[in-house]
Nanobody, 115 residues
Framework: QAHVVESGGGLVQAGGSLRLSCAAS????????MGWYRQTPGKQRDMVAT???????NYADSVKGRFTISRDNAKNTLYLQMDSLKPEDTAVYYC?????????WGQGTQVTVAT
């Protein structure tokens, strides 16, 4: 099992930027896909962006052109650069790390975008 910890959330004005980070540690064998998901109260957790070990990316339509996902395989670290933030981006953001043997989630980090 991997231990996953997110950081970088906070309060920002609409139009601003934030950068989320996610560090995976513990017993890790070959991390495959890493991704960011978000959830608001009473709603399901939705995919924001994913990235394969080789660097192939996938984004939700709502964040294309505004968010950029990246990873550092040597450090088992994932990033999400969020620009041109909107109030509707407000949510708890979760990091997901998938290895050959496990699917691991962090505890989440709150992102709040004020009008």
């Amino acid at each position: 099992q991997a231990h996953v910890v997110e950081s970088g959330g906070g309060l920002v004005q609409a139009g601003g930027s934030l950068r989320l980070s996610c560090a995976a540690s513990g017993t890790i064998f070959s991390i495959n896909v890493m991704g960011w998901y978000r959830q608001t109260p009473g709603k399901q957790r939705d995919m924001v962006a994913t990235i394969s070990r080789g660097g192939s990316t996938n984004y939700a339509d709502s964040v294309k052109g505004r968010f950029t996902i990246s990873r550092d395989n040597a450090k088992n670290t994932l990033y999400l650069q969020m620009d041109s933030l909107k109030p509707e981006d407000t949510a708890v953001y979760y990091c997901n790390v998938r290895t050959a043997y496990s699917n691991n989630w962090g505890q989440g980090t709150q992102v709040t975008v004020a009008t």
